[in-house]
């Protein structure tokens, strides 16, 4: 079964389908082996990853689909990918739409932000400023006349809140900004609206007044548990810096402790042995391989 009729199944069933932030194939792997329905590649991520630079929009299309193929190929789950802008106005995001359905991945995300874009949460960094609704909705209605595959989730993200300190978001209202726009989004055939809610009450305040699907997210910022975005009925749920942050730690506190006392052996209660090396990227399986097909 193709990974987007996978997920299709899966929200249809009534779940909430959690992806979890993966940085690269070997990630991805254990994303997967830890049961979850869905992997998720995240610019915030993936640009610390690759670059070890801020999400500053530096990752180019190419990058991006580089590291989605190689983490389509490591899985077997759906794949879920952001798209940031689309890279450009409505006739690039139809190229995107289908170089991102061609690498395998079950569906994208993008958002409302003028170009260059940022990861609103960025403190220092000024902040963002987006293009009309109108515009967006192109966008969309792009977006679905490019895809082939009609369950190839088009999930639309509006940075409202990215615009404003958030005392001003919330004291100018702007939450009913974010439901106006998703409201449209949906309307022009997005086929989920992605919310950034930071508190239980916003969680259950979006479901009230988005007519659709919904994805939620939980970060540093946005630290729910999956249990409410489940309780109030949202298809989906990201978990975008699991990865890089667990990854972040382990390293950080490994070589820290390799450098203090320059011994491999006092860090091997933060190693993983080889065995558990070995079942994560599949040895068995290519052992079984040499075999059958009698490579020597």
Not at 32 to 51: K, L, N, R
Not at 191 to 210: G, K, N, Q
Not at 213 to 231: D, H, K, Y
Not at 259 to 288: C, H, M, P, R, S
Request: with cysteine.
């Amino acid at each position: 079964m193709k990974t987007t009729t996978q997920l299709r199944e899966k929200i249809e069933s009534g779940q909430t389908i959690a992806s979890i932030g993966a940085i690269d194939g070997f990630s991805a792997r254990m994303v997967e082996q830890a049961g979850f329905d869905s992997v998720y590649i995240g610019s915030y991520a993936t640009e610390a990853s690759m670059f070890g630079k801020p999400d500053l929009a530096m990752m180019s299309k190419t990058d991006r689909l580089w590291m989605a193929r190689n983490i389509v190929k490591a899985v077997d789950i759906p794949v879920i990918c952001d798209a940031e802008e689309g890279w450009g106005t409505a006739i690039n995001v139809m190229d995107a739409i289908r170089d991102f359905e061609m690498a395998g991945v079950a569906g994208v995300h993008f958002d409302d932000e003028q170009l260059p874009s940022k990861c609103p949460f960025l403190p220092g960094i000024p902040r963002n400023e987006l293009i009309s609704t109108d515009e967006m909705c192109g966008k969309i209605e792009a977006a679905v006349d490019a895809r082939e595959d009609p369950d190839f989730m088009i999930i639309a993200r509006t940075d409202v809140i990215g615009t404003m300190p958030l005392e001003q978001y919330y004291t100018e209202n702007k939450m009913e900004e974010v439901v106006d726009r998703l409201n449209a989004y949906l309307a022009a055939g997005a086929s989920a609206a992605f919310v950034m809610a930071l508190t239980e009450e916003e969680v259950r305040f979006y479901r009230e007044r988005i007519e659709g699907p919904l994805v939620g997210i939980f970060a540093t910022i946005e630290p729910l548990p999956i249990s409410v975005f489940e309780a109030a009925n949202y298809q989906m749920v990201i978990g975008s810096l699991v990865g890089i942050y667990a990854a972040a730690k382990g390293l950080l506190e490994a070589y820290t402790k390799l450098k203090q006392t320059g011994d491999w052996n006092a860090i091997q209660d933060k190693l993983i042995n080889d065995k558990q090396f070995f079942e994560i990227v599949g040895l068995e399986e290519y052992g079984d391989y040499y075999q059958k097909y009698r490579i020597c």
